[in-house]
């Protein structure tokens, strides 16, 4: 890959890392589609998670201010995502290559 191409691919990266920084905070905090069925429905205290969740709720442990912590919690899951995606790519091509 040309080196103009790899500057474009880490404007992307920055950019999609620098949304997920700042547009995490204004996130809706309604819940989602399941979730609000399990309350109209009556049945969501006998949820059980099946996994907790790295940063359950948005929250970070440790840090008070909400907005903070939800910024955070977007960066890391903007970060986790692009990680996976590399890790998927890079099997993916030398499943093909090879």
């Known amino acids: 890959m040309s080196t103009i ?37 009556a049945f969501i205290d006998r949820a059980e998670n099946l996994f907790a969740g790295l940063i359950p709720d948005y929250l970070m442990p440790g840090i008070e201010n909400e907005a903070v912590a939800t910024a955070l919690a977007g960066g890391i899951g903007v970060l986790i995502t692009l990680g996976f995606t590399i890790l998927i790519g890079n099997l993916v091509s030398r499943k093909t290559i090879g």
């Open 5 to 41: 191409g790899n500057r474009k691919i880490i404007g992307w990266l920055v950019l999609a890392l620098i949304l997920g920084i700042l547009v995490s905070p204004w996130a809706s905090s309604n819940p989602d589609g399941l979730e609000r069925v399990a309350e109209d429905q």
